[in-house]
DNA sequence: CGTTAGTTTGAGAGGACTCAAAGTCTGTGG
DNA sequence: CCACAGACTTTGAGTCCTCTCAAACTAACG
């Protein structure tokens, strides 16, 4: 179940048998059905989570409505960045959109990994940097402003999310309502269809 | 003038003397006057850009159109995050807002350290954790939806930047137009009078 | 002091929102 | 295997916020 994950890693950094070991030691791997929440608002995020099998959903309250600020797919990860790294407690949830298998390793336990092993660093860094350089990706989409630009953007560089998560959830993602994305699916799906007929 | 950034570079972790005297072989100080190009579009970005004094404006065209991505002020670190890491050719710009002096380090240099000294990880490790926190940061301001909301978290999370940067940098920051920025501002400081007086 | 950059103000247009209702799909129990 | 309930999506009508275009005003710099 963790080989892709230790391959991952591993292909990152060559990783010694010490460390593949307390890896496995410190992963602990939990099955859950869909629509599980597995950190929510007020708590602290003390695990980071890695989306063995399945699809997670992060999202908070703005005046009372979900908006969701992230998808996390297979061989991923899943975190409230600034709880699990202030150590305070977050205004984030993470809940399963499908029935999932994920790993999950506890920031202390992370921290002892890096603490042992001077190299995993060189892991960790490069990883923080995978998903830093994503989170400027969601800044470009953002900022993107029309409602359709955001739309295509989303179909080019999340392929995939359209079929696994409902409308609405990607609308609150694009910052978008509901039925704006509706009509903006309804138009471009005229357009296309008008572009095989000519 | 190195010293507040080799200070706060020990202060995430001790460097040996070998570390720190290759940091001061590798970084390059340049003095740069108002509105000069540091990146232009089409170009790879080679270094990461410490400002020591100054500050920078990284920018994007859209639609031919300047669209400001971030502020970067005392202490802190621009760069091209698409261009640097992937090592393509990137699509922003940075530009210095105010005469700056600038500590560069070469991306080649950088790996050095890093492959050199393994425990340089640890710190680029933190370092890119800190980056990515205040993009995450970044992504929380532009999912508030409305222009005043994004205004006043603004004014919360960018002190000082207001007296610094022109208004029409900060209105594409913030992904409003210049006009609606003003108005905001208007109706603020007669609401804040309001209160003054009652 | 004139010129240019920066900011404010006004009027009108349009995209996206809200509220509301009608379809459509999906899964579970009879 | 069908039927119904609940979740999901589409469609409609009216409103509002923000945009665009334009012009006036203000501040800063040489």
Do not use: W
């Amino acid at each position: 179940m963790l080989t892709p994950l230790l391959t991952y890693i591993n292909d990152i950094h060559p990783i010694s048998d010490e460390i593949r070991s307390d890896l496995e030691k410190y992963l602990e791997i939990i099955e859950v059905p869909k629509h599980h929440l597995l950190l929510k608002e007020g708590q602290r995020n003390d695990y980071v989570f890695v989306v063995l099998k399945g699809l997670l959903r992060m999202y908070y309250l703005k005046d009372g409505e979900e908006v969701c600020s992230r998808f996390t797919d297979e061989n991923h990860i899943s975190l409230s960045v600034n709880s699990f790294y202030s150590r305070i407690p977050g205004y984030e949830y993470i809940e399963t959109l499908e029935p999932s298998v994920i790993a999950r390793i506890h920031h202390d336990n992370l921290q002892r990994l890096y603490n042992d092993y001077i190299e995993y660093n060189y892991i960790g860094r490069i990883i923080t940097q995978e998903y830093f350089i994503k989170s400027e990706e969601r800044l470009y989409l953002l900022r993107k402003q029309s409602a359709e630009e955001r739309y295509l953007f989303f179909l080019e560089h999340y392929p995939g999310l359209l079929q696994r998560v409902p409308l609405k959830h990607i609308a609150t993602f694009l910052g978008i309502t509901l039925e704006t994305l509706s009509r903006i699916r309804n138009k471009l799906s005229k357009s296309a269809g008008k572009k095989k007929k000519s």
